[in-house]
């Protein structure tokens, strides 16, 4: 049953995972859960620091097919403190949305605090906010209409 005032998200997007060693966990993911590469990207400038909370951040992300699941592996590097965001293991699930902006108002508006305001990495604008246990959750809006990570990289579930 839909909630009249809750947030109007469009589909489940990705699930996302700290690694701390990307070329490791890329070949774990792809020998033994057949992994299947749809985008890797170098990540780095103020949008990251933003999510991160860590002055300077950059990483990569290998982005794959897992059973018609978008799986995010993400390697920040070393960091002097432990950031505010992802970290090492599971770092977050994530729902598209239409509107970024709305979504970020009505968050407010229930009393979530997001940990920043909408901010665009590669094309994607997003913004965290969590559970009360601390469980991540980014709320994204795609360029295009695109609802998750797969139809933004030109993949859907079932292929690969």
Request: glycine fraction near 14%; hydrophobic fraction near 40%.
């Amino acid at each position: 049953m839909d909630m009249p005032d809750a947030l109007a998200l469009q589909a489940f997007s990705h699930l996302c995972v700290g690694v701390s060693d990307i070329t490791r966990a890329l070949d774990f993911y792809r020998r033994v859960l057949g992994f299947d590469v749809v985008f890797d990207v170098e990540l780095e400038g103020d949008s990251l620091d933003a999510v991160t909370g860590d002055e300077g951040a950059k990483g990569r992300m290998v982005g794959g097919l897992v059973g018609g699941i978008m799986v995010e592996l993400l390697a920040l590097g070393s960091s002097s403190r432990t950031p505010a965001g992802p970290h090492i293991g599971y770092t977050n699930m994530s729902f598209s949305v239409r509107d970024l902006d709305a979504a970020y108002e009505r968050a407010v508006a229930l009393g979530a605090r997001p940990a920043q305001r909408p901010v665009e990495i590669g094309g994607v604008r997003m913004f965290f906010i969590t559970d009360p246990d601390g469980t991540p959750i980014e709320l994204v809006e795609y360029p295009h209409g695109e609802r998750n990570s797969a139809e933004l990289w030109g993949r859907s579930a079932g292929t690969g």
